[in-house]
């Protein structure tokens, strides 16, 4: 399979459209958009809106050529013979990739009906990478950008932690827990306090500055409960009418994947990408019916514990074949995991328990903030 009019990074000027840079942190990546792609290509630009710009902050770390796709064109027939293969597999259906995988002269390309993704081998020798898109390629390619910017951010030693949170001011609270803890159930109730916003829903990137915690928030898709969604009548509405009308049907446990502008116009809170100091973490455990306990944790190794625990690691995720072409080698990052327990104690760390009905307010006021 070949494609005309590739030069040999792999990338065309011609018929670009729109050429935009994502910058993040010490990540840029430049995305020339053919004309035949700006319509499949905008919900991946209004996604990624807060980090993208007419400018390039650093030369881009990566580049990614933009162009519009038709499998019963643009891939040879023989390619759809091959087995299929595994690419990524998530709770949420949306973000499976499964591909047919081809090399060829360096390069691997990933096809299937939505997507081609026509990747390098290493990109410490190349670069560039060819998405050619449809409007069904929106969540695949989606995850795979921000993929790309987490491994690399992660081989240049940037931590990342698994956890949701809200702001006010300049400082964030961030939650995080294990699978049914009460995540979303703290983070909902919190925000409806006076003052508190929407942070982050999934993850966020760490950095130390002096001898402060500072967190740039990540966006992401919620992956919300169907007994969350139906605990708040509007937001159920609106997922009904937008979203996924079978709502009524589905156990309290089953999640669904809602539009993040859905979700933000539901909180009231447009994400930002602005960076806070990271002023405190919060550790729920439901228990319904139970009053609420709040319990700093003081014990230096018993807080580093459980930051280590809710440490985002691609390493520990099962990703099969999906971007070989960078593998993170972690020595940066454990080094600046390691420097991070030394400016832990300007972090308050709280145990949450019982009903998970939260006023960030008296909750830091009982741990002596």
């Known amino acids: 399979m070949t494609d005309s009019g590739m030069t040999e990074r792999g ?13 993040f942190l010490h990540t840029t990546i430049r995305f020339d958009v053919a004309d035949d792609a700006s319509g499949a290509f905008a919900p991946i630009h209004r996604f990624f809106r807060h980090l993208m710009g007419d400018s390039a902050a650093q030369e881009p770390t990566f580049r990614v050529d933009v162009r519009a796709y038709d499998p019963d064109t643009d891939v040879d027939p023989e390619v759809w013979s091959l087995p299929p293969s595994v690419i990524r597999r998530s709770n949420a259906a949306a973000f499976n990739f499964d591909a047919h995988v081809v090399d060829d002269g360096g390069r691997r390309r990933y096809v299937n009906r939505y997507t081609l993704l026509d990747a390098p081998a290493d990109t410490a020798h190349d670069n560039a990478f060819l998405m050619r898109v449809t409007d069904g390629s929106t969540v695949q390619m989606i995850d795979f950008i921000r993929d790309l910017v987490i491994r690399h951010e992660e081989n240049l030693g940037t931590v990342v932690l698994h956890a949701s949170g809200l702001y006010r001011d300049g400082d964030a609270v961030i939650i995080a827990g294990p699978k049914g803890a009460g995540k979303t159930t703290t983070l909902l109730s ?18 130390v500055e002096g001898d402060v915690v500072v967190v740039h928030p990540w966006r992401d898709y919620p992956y919300v409960g169907v007994g969350t969604l ?28 809602v539009d993040p502008d859905l979700f933000e116009s539901w909180l009231g809170s447009e994400f930002s990408a602005e960076p806070r100091r990271l002023a405190a973490l919060l550790l729920p455990e439901v228990r319904p019916g139970e009053p609420l306990t ?12 459980h930051l280590n625990k809710i440490v985002d690691r691609q390493a520990d ?12 080698d972690y020595a940066g990052f454990y080094r600046s995991l390691s420097a991070l327990r030394s400016v832990l104690g300007s972090v308050d760390m709280i145990r949450l328990r019982g009903t998970l009905d939260i006023d960030p307010d008296a909750v830091l006021k009982e741990a002596g903030r």
């Open 11 to 23: 990338m065309t000027e011609s018929g670009t459209n729109m050429t935009c840079y994502l910058n």
């Open 190 to 207: 919190a925000l409806r306090r006076p003052g508190w916003r929407y942070f982050t829903g999934d993850k966020l990137f760490v950095t």
């Open 230 to 257: 139906r605990a708040d009548a509007r937001l159920e509405e609106l997922v009904r009418e937008h979203v996924d009308d079978r709502i009524d049907t589905y156990d309290p446990g089953h999640k669904i994947l």
């Open 294 to 305: 709040v319990r700093p944790l003081t014990d230096a190794n018993e807080r580093w514990a």
């Open 317 to 328: 995720t099962t990703f099969f074949t999906w971007q070989t072409y960078l593998v993170p």
